[in-house]
């Protein structure tokens, strides 16, 4: 073994130093870093490494992507590493394509690895990738969260999903490659200077004399990734000392609030309103900056399905009455992802929001205490036009709406990254 084959075998150990899985997934391509990858793997298990299970996702989007696949089976085949090809024939020829196939292509690893009970999949993401992933964020305006870039750890889709190469240049990768006579599959996509991603890779080659060096860019994902780790720890402190939970709005103590920095501030906001929401995404700067503005001036604003409220001492974010407006499930199914309503059977019976309608034709629409905007966005159960329940805004009826979120869930979140 040479001295740059052990340099990548301890890159290896070193990342899962400590808490090695005895068992680990690895999602392979049949792509130059990918494939290596798989190799190093293959040669730590008989060294010591955890053993180890290889799947290929076949998109049926390129004509050669079958043969691929079965290259990488063979190449399993001889290393003797279990190897599952997983196909997906999901793209409804809507969408962005590649987005689309990047969340399938997640969720079919994630449900392969959870049916052979494994917890770890490793993807072969180098320093290559994150320096591109940097330049790209750059170019979009992001903050500190986007500069951090790619995270060696993360958890998703039930699985922690695992980048140890994140450190390794990509042509250490294909030299090794190269030095044991092993082929790979070069994407042409990865030529296509239609992706930004491309053009970024193309840009960096121009940019190194300068000194903005792949290294360079990585290393600055490295500290913007301590920084975020540290606000977001900070936040959650604020969440946890000053926020409380109540009919699934986010209730933040005002005062608390305006000591924050400006950063955390606006974190907490952006935080809340996803928890509400339940969105994937946190809400764009500039929007998300006016609706703090706005609050610091007392006035309410909506914002990415949210409505943020301030009274002298608290800042309330609500469900947006309009963003549920429409939704309609049967009893005992999810409504807006947060609320599951339980009761009677009744024929007909519907899980709509309760909206200014069925808040006027309640007996007492002040009884819960809850202000307007919380009522009129809370779950009720309808027969067409009748109103049967209304088990969020008044209790005393056979209905009650059990919630799906947990109210700990939104300071730990926090600490999730
Ligand atoms: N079709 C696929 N099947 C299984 N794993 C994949 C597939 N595509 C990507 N991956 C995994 O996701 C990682 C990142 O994907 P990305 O699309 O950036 O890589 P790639 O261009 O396919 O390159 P490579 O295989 O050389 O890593 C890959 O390194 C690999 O671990």
């Known amino acids: 073994m040479s001295g740059s084959d052990e340099r990548l075998l301890a890159t290896l150990r070193d990342f899962f130093t400590p808490g090695r899985p005895d068992r680990l997934g690895v999602a392979v391509s049949g792509g130059g870093d990918s494939t290596a990858l798989l190799c190093l793997l293959a040669s730590w298990r008989s060294d010591g490494g955890p053993e180890i299970a290889a799947v290929t996702v076949d998109h049926g989007l390129r004509p050669e992507a079958a043969d691929e696949a079965r290259a990488v089976a063979d190449l399993c085949a001889r290393l003797g590493v279990g190897h599952a090809i997983c196909r997906w024939a999901g793209w409804d020829g809507r969408g962005n394509l590649p987005d689309q196939a990047r969340r399938a292509r997640q969720r079919l690893i994630a449900d392969w690895a959870l049916a052979r009970g494994i917890g770890a999949v490793a993807l072969a993401h180098t320093r290559d990738d994150q320096a591109e992933t940097v330049l790209l964020r750059l170019a979009r305006g992001s903050g500190v969260d ?53 053009r970024m890779r193309k840009a960096l080659a121009g940019l190194a004399p300068l000194g903005l060096t792949a290294v360079r860019l990585a290393e600055t994902a490295g500290h913007m990734a301590r920084a975020r780790a540290a606000l977001d720890t900070v936040t959650a402190g604020l969440a946890r000392d ?74 309330r974010v609500t469900r947006e009455y309009r ?63 009748r109103l049967l329940a209304a088990p969020v805004a008044a209790g005393g009826s056979e209905w009650r709406a059990e919630p799906i979120f947990d109210a700990e869930s939104f300071v730990q979140a926090l600490f999730a990254h």
Not at 168 to 195: F, K, M, S
Not at 257 to 274: C, D, S, V
Not at 349 to 374: K, Q
């Open 146 to 198: 986007g500069l951090s870039a790619m995270a060696p750890w993360r958890n998703a889709h039930g699985i922690d999903w695992v980048r140890p190469l994140l450190g390794t240049p990509r042509q250490d990768l294909r030299d090794y490659l190269t030095r044991h006579g092993i082929g790979w599959a070069e994407d042409p996509t990865n030529e296509d200077e239609r992706h930004d991603r491309v």
């Open 323 to 385: 963003a549920v407006a429409s939704l309609a499930v049967g009893p005992g199914e999810v409504w807006d992802r947060r609320w599951r309503v339980l009761g009677p059977a009744v024929e007909n019976a519907e899980v709509r929001a309760l909206g200014p309608d069925g808040l006027r034709m309640l007996a007492d629409p002040r009884a819960s205490g809850l202000p307007h905007a919380t009522l009129i966005a809370s779950p009720a159960v309808w027969s067409g036009a």
């Open 242 to 315: 000053a926020c409380r939970i109540e009919a699934g709005d986010v209730l933040i103590a005002r005062a608390a609030f305006e000591r924050a920095p400006e950063e955390i501030q606006l974190r907490l906001l952006a935080h809340a309103i996803r928890w509400v929401t339940s969105a994937e995404y946190r809400p764009r700067f500039a929007p998300l900056s006016e609706a703090r503005a706005a609050l610091a001036a007392d006035r309410r604003r909506a914002l990415a399905g949210a409505l943020l409220s301030a009274t002298r001492r608290v800042i």
